[in-house]
């Protein structure tokens, strides 16, 4: 069976971004941008919210057609583009590059898209991740933890009533201080 892998970038405060949708503390280096490209090529889908494919979609479809692009990011943005999308939005009515939109998350229809042979799905974008975290639906968090405090901004985890007991799989750190850890649910 599939698993859903939730893989996002967090600053040591536990921010996904900074205030206004703020990216610029990410550190994506080459190495880093390799190795993203090793693990989500293998992936089945990306299932993402709007707002993170949207952001995706504005980039990525031609990153590959600027020659300045180092050879990591043009690998990526065929990933990107190849790979089927699921997109979860009540206020999209069509997407392209390979997308389905898909107005809601019904439990029954991820943990039929689950059992389906491929690759794992990657999940991002933190108000789905929280909504498949409430439905118990997220197996894997894969977090890649940036040194650097942002201090405000939007929270990867929402408040939640409930207590999520996870098992420690892996910890991998990158030369631009950037660690991975890995946790099954």
């Not at 971004?17 to 989500?40: A, C, I, K, T, Y």
């Not at 990107?80 to 392209?96: E, H, Q």
């Not at 042979?117 to 977090?143: C, K, M, Q, S, V």
């Not at 007991?165 to 990158?174: A, N, Y």
Request: proline share 5%; charged share 20%; no cysteine.
């Amino acid at each position: 069976m599939r698993k859903v892998i939730l893989s996002m970038q967090v600053s040591l405060d536990g921010f996904f971004e900074g205030p206004n949708q703020d990216l610029s503390w990410h550190m994506v280096d080459d190495e880093l941008h390799r190795h993203f490209n090793e693990q989500l090529a293998a992936m089945g889908a990306f299932l993402d919210g709007r707002v993170t494919y949207e952001l995706m979609a504005e980039f990525w479809p031609t990153a590959d057609s600027d020659p300045n692009s180092p050879a990591s990011m043009a690998e990526f943005a065929r990933i990107w583009r190849d790979m089927p999308k699921i997109v979860y939005s009540r206020t999209l009515a069509t997407a392209g590059w390979n997308t389905t939109v898909v107005p809601e998350v019904v439990v029954e229809e991820v943990l039929a898209l689950k059992s389906q042979p491929g690759g794992d799905l990657a999940l991002g974008g933190a108000n789905l991740a929280d909504t498949f975290r409430r439905y118990g639906l997220i197996d894997e968090y894969w977090l890649y933890i940036h040194p650097v405090l942002v201090g405000r901004g939007n929270p990867l985890f929402k408040s939640s009533d409930s207590i999520a007991q996870l098992r420690f799989l892996e910890t991998r750190s990158f030369s631009n201080g950037v660690t991975l850890l890995r946790y099954a649910a």
